[in-house]
């Protein structure tokens, strides 16, 4: 089964690729690997949530909520790499690094990396395995709450 098939199967659609917001591009190739720009929970152009991530301060991002926003960047990211070379041609995921703006004293961001590392699985099975950082930031672009770097091996 093609990955395309597989994204089919799951019911899952790429989104549109993220127009950079600044002097980068979405991915860039080199040799057999392609490497994603830092990927926000951007929907339809906008941003999904803003804020920082805690499990308990009123008024910042949820664990749950930035779990989720780590598996849309997980999809932007596929998207940019779908759009450079095709999804289909991508052998296995290499590394995902994370960056959780985080509230003082929140220390669970590889709990939030775990929304684009499980998609990733589900999308790629044993292919999807891969190496992590995930890091506590105090701002992120925008004031977004995550975002997400993917590395993988195309063929």
């Known amino acids: 089964?093609?990955?395309?098939?597989?994204?089919?199967?799951?019911?899952?659609?790429?989104?549109?690729?993220?127009?950079?917001?600044?002097?980068?591009?979405?991915?860039?190739?080199?040799?057999?690997?392609?490497?994603?720009a830092g990927q926000l929970p951007i929907v339809d152009g906008e941003l999904r949530v803003h804020g920082k991530v805690?499990?308990?301060?009123?008024?910042?991002?949820?664990?749950?909520?930035?779990?989720?926003?780590?598996?849309?960047c997980a999809l932007n990211g596929l998207a940019a790499i779908d759009s450079l070379v095709g999804i289909d041609h991508v052998e296995r995921v290499v590394k995902?690094?994370?960056?959780?703006?985080?509230?003082?004293?929140?220390?669970?961001?590889?709990?939030?990396?775990?929304?684009?590392?499980?998609l990733l699985g589900e999308i790629f099975g044993d292919a999807g395995r891969h190496v992590r950082s995930a890091v506590g930031v105090a701002e992120l672009p925008l004031g977004a709450p995550v975002e997400v770097e993917l590395v993988v091996a195309v063929h």
């Open 54 to 72: 805690s499990e308990t301060a009123e008024g910042v991002v949820h664990v749950d909520t930035a779990v989720e926003l780590a598996r849309l």
């Open 96 to 118: 995902v690094t994370g960056f959780v703006a985080s509230a003082p004293g929140f220390s669970a961001q590889a709990a939030v990396l775990n929304g684009a590392s499980l």
């Open 1 to 36: 089964m093609s990955w395309s098939e597989r994204l089919a199967e799951l019911g899952i659609t790429l989104p549109e690729v993220v127009p950079p917001l600044a002097a980068y591009v979405p991915a860039t190739r080199h040799g057999d690997l392609i490497y994603t």
